[in-house]
């Protein structure tokens, strides 16, 4: 009787192990493909540094009116 118990526990764990996967496809995750962009040869790497210096330009010409001297006899 012990050696129908054991057979049958053993016969069990191998027909549990062998259905566990069942018949379903397996999936597999989809290959990721990097692909390198060239960069665009447009001037916008320098319209800023451009805006900034007419910015500087313009605030040192600026011509100012003296501030009026008020003289005391």
Do not use: H, N, R, Y
Request: charged share 10%.
């Amino acid at each position: 009787m012990k050696k129908v118990i054991i057979s049958a526990v053993a016969a069990s764990m191998i027909g549990s192990a062998a259905l566990a996967g069942g018949m379903a496809p397996a999936i597999m995750a989809p290959d990721v493909i990097v692909q390198e962009t060239k960069s665009s040869s447009s001037s916008a790497g320098i319209i800023i540094p451009l805006i900034i210096i007419a910015l500087i330009v313009l605030a040192t010409s600026k011509t100012s009116t003296p501030a009026p001297q008020i003289f005391v006899e």
